[in-house]
Nanobody
């Protein structure tokens, strides 16, 4: 079994900051990419940021310059530092990991349960 557990969501005023964390645990051989997605009410889930095991990161255009993704490979944990938050950042944020459970397993995507981020005054 593999679990991804997110934390750090909440209510923040426009212009504020939040840091999300996601820890992967269980039967894990190696983790390829880790990333954050979000889904606002009535909208499709979208990629926010993704980072490789080597630390190369990509961001969706709407968050560039405001958001930083990082990871601690020793802890199987990925972080999302979000600054200058806007009301349009309000969504449920989901952690994703593409990982291998064992030497003879194919890579698979795993998801966290989601954490709510609300940006409002």
């Amino acid at each position: 079994q593999v679990q991804l557990v997110e934390s750090g969501g909440g209510l923040v005023q426009p212009g504020g900051s939040l840091r999300l964390s996601c820890a992967a645990s269980g039967s894990i051989f190696s983790i390829n990419t880790m990333g954050w997605y979000r889904q606002a009410p009535g909208k499709q889930r979208e990629l926010v940021a993704v980072i490789t095991s080597a630390g190369s990161a990509n961001y969706t255009d709407s968050v560039k310059g405001r958001v930083t993704i990082s990871r601690d490979n020793a802890k199987n944990t990925v972080y999302l530092q979000m600054n200058s938050l806007k009301p349009e950042d309000t969504a449920v944020y989901y952690c994703n990991a593409n990982l291998i459970r064992g030497r003879y397993y194919a890579p698979r995507n795993y998801w966290g349960q989601g954490t709510q981020v609300t940006v409002s005054s």
